[in-house]
């Protein structure tokens, strides 16, 4: 103890606690697990959705499909930009979830993300890939033109990134039930990167810099539909999870 212990106690010891309330040291102790399990949370999503980003710009490129330049910078550009916000921002102010204070403390010698978690996120980033690419060719075979398969495809993801950035706010509870998480950022950062969206497609001279077209109703259902069927899987994992 740093108040009553003695000076030869805090020179052999390991830790000195500074503050010998130890109701103070309750809260710190979750903050610290609430900070932890956040930059896990952020480090999980950005290993997600740069999965399907980097395959979507070689794999169109590498297996000679007719529009290989599916994406340039400036779309990549785009993507990083509203990314970077749900990383460092968003899930920075989650709040603690239910029953963290019940886990048992971590192995020291267990590393930052064990094999499970980071197969976990590889596993979502090849899913949003293989449902982009099956746009991509839906669109291509149905006749689809350059711009509107890069549309189709910026679509897609953009929708796959909001769900996903839902989903990921938890690895054990549904997505219904960390709606009603207190954090005024999400639906902020949610809305801002749809009203981006509308008016990349929708303007002409924004459409016209990012080289894609706008999409009718039927299209951007499609996307809407893909997008949920390559993320929303994680809800059924989640669900079964917690049912073992």
């Known amino acids: 103890m740093g108040d009553k212990g003695t000076e030869i106690a805090k020179a052999a010891a390991s830790l000195v606690i500074i503050d010998d ?34 395959l979507t710009v070689t794999l169109p ?12 910078p400036v779309h990549v550009i785009f993507l990083e930009l509203i990314m970077e916000p749900t990383c460092s921002i968003v899930y920075e102010n989650e709040p603690m979830e239910k029953g963290t204070m019940s886990q048992k403390p971590r192995n020291m010698t267990e590393t930052f993300l064990n094999w499970k978690e980071l197969s976990i996120s590889i596993v979502q980033g090849l899913m949003i890939t293989a449902g982009i690419l099956f746009v991509y060719q839906f669109t291509v075979q149905n006749g ?54 509308f008016v990349i497609l929708y303007i002409p001279s924004i459409a016209d810099f990012f080289h ?24 059924g994992y989640k669900w079964i999870k917690r049912k073992i």
Not at 29 to 53: D, E, L, V
């Open 21 to 54: 309330d130890l109701k103070k040291l309750v809260i710190r102790i979750a903050a610290g697990r609430r900070i932890y399990t956040n930059i896990k949370k952020a480090i999980q999503y950005i290993i997600s959705i740069h999965i399907p980003i980097i």
């Open 61 to 72: 490129l590498f297996l000679g499909w007719v529009y290989p330049h599916i994406f340039t």
């Open 144 to 197: 689809g033109d350059e711009p509107t398969t890069r549309a189709m495809v910026f679509t897609t993801l953009i929708f796959a990134n909001i769900l996903l950035s839902i989903t990921n706010r938890s690895f054990k509870y549904s997505m219904i039930e960390t709606l009603r998480y207190k954090n005024n950022l999400f639906p902020l950062i949610v809305g801002l990167t749809l009203v981006l969206l």
């Open 212 to 235: 894609l077209i706008g999409l009718n109703f039927e299209q951007l259902s499609m996307a809407f539909l893909t997008a949920c069927v390559s993320v929303l899987w994680f809800e």
